[in-house]
C-alpha cells in the first residue's frame, strides 16, 4: 500500500519512506482539478501558553501510555474528542491535543473534522469549502490523499469534514471509515488520528464514530456542563458504541477558572 503521509514531504521534511529518504512527490500537494492544495492554517488555543502547554502535554501523557500498554480490540491510537452538548471545547482540544503531539519526534498527527453539527474545526483551518471526509466516504472514486492536506504546523495533517449529507451518519459508521482510519495507520510511521465530533445529545453521527476509537476524550465545560446530560450522554456511548470504561474513555475538564488549570484530566469510573 502506497504511504499516504510521506507523499507530501514538500511541506515536511520528516516524512520519509521506508528506505528513510525523503520522497517528495509534489504531484500529491494538487488537486484532481490541478490546482494547488490549500494549506490548513492551525493556531495555538488562546490560553496561557506555558502553563496550558503543560496541561496538555500531561493529558498526551496519559493518551501514550494507553496507546503503549492497550492490547484490546480499539486502535488506541485513533482519539475521538466529544462532549454531551455543543459549545464545551471540544475544537480547542482537538487543536490543543494536536499541536502537544506535534512536539513527539516520532508520531505524526491526522486531524478529522467529523463535526456534522458546526464543522467548526474546517472553518478554524480555512479548509470549509474543501474536498473532505464525507466526500470520500460517499464516493468510491476517492483516494485518501483527496482529501488529505498539509497545514501550517509540521507533522500536522487535516481531513475537513466536506460537503453535508443526510446519511453522514451511516457513512460514519461504515467500513470504508473503518478501513480510512486503518489506511492512515497504516505503515511503520506512527500516526495519531483525531477526530472532532459532535455533542452526543445532538449528533447521532459520534455514537458510531465513536465505534472506531480506541480513546474517547469526553469534555465537560466547567459551570456549564450538567451533571445529568454528561451521564446521559456516556450512557448512550456504553450502551451503542461500549463498553465504555476507564480503559477507553478520560473526562476532561475545561474552562476552569484563572485559579485553577484551564484543562484538568479524569480517568471515567
Known amino acids: ?6 507523499s507530501l514531504a514538500a511541506t515536511d521534511s520528516r516524512a520519509v519512506t521506508a528506505n528513510n529518504r525523503a520522497t517528495p512527490l509534489v504531484q500529491k500537494l494538487w488537486t484532481r482539478a490541478g490546482e494547488l492544495k490549500r494549506v490548513g492554517v492551525v493556531r495555538t488555543p488562546r490560553f496561557d501558553e506555558s502553563r496550558t502547554r503543560e496541561e496538555f502535554r500531561v493529558l498526551k501523557r496519559h493518551m501514550m ?64 469549502d474543501q474536498l473532505g471526509l464525507l466526500d470520500y466516504l460517499d464516493d468510491e472514486a476517492l483516494e485518501v490523499s483527496d482529501i488529505l492536506y498539509p497545514t501550517s504546523v509540521r507533522g500536522v495533517y487535516a481531513v475537513p469534514l466536506g460537503r453535508p449529507r443526510i446519511t453522514a451518519p451511516e457513512l460514519m459508521a461504515s467500513q470504508r471509515m473503518r478501513r480510512l482510519l486503518e489506511t ?13 465530533s459532535g455533542s452526543v445529545l445532538s449528533c447521532s453521527a459520534t455514537v458510531s464514530l465513536a465505534k472506531h476509537a480506541g480513546q474517547i476524550l469526553f469534555v465537560a465545560a466547567m459551570g456549564q456542563s450538567k451533571r445529568a446530560e454528561v451521564d446521559e450522554g456516556l450512557g448512550i456511548l456504553h450502551r451503542q458504541a461500549g463498553p465504555i470504561d476507564e480503559t477507553r474513555v478520560a473526562l476532561v475538564f475545561n474552562k476552569t477558572d484563572r485559579s485553577q488549570s484551564p484543562v484538568r484530566y479524569s480517568r471515567r469510573h
Open 65 to 128: 501510555a494507553r496507546m503503549e500498554a492497550d492490547a484490546g480490540p480499539y486502535d488506541p491510537r485513533t482519539i475521538l474528542i466529544t462532549s454531551a452538548s455543543p459549545q464545551e471545547g471540544k475544537t480547542t482540544m482537538a487543536l490543543g491535543l494536536a499541536l502537544s503531539f506535534m512536539f513527539e519526534h516520532d508520531r505524526r498527527v491526522v486531524l478529522i473534522d467529523a463535526d456534522t453539527g458546526s464543522s467548526e474545526l474546517s472553518t478554524r483551518m480555512k479548509l470549509g
Open 1 to 6: 500500500m502506497p504511504q499516504l503521509l510521506p
Open 184 to 196: 492512515l495507520h497504516d505503515g511503520t510511521e506512527e500516526r495519531i488520528v483525531i477526530m472532532d
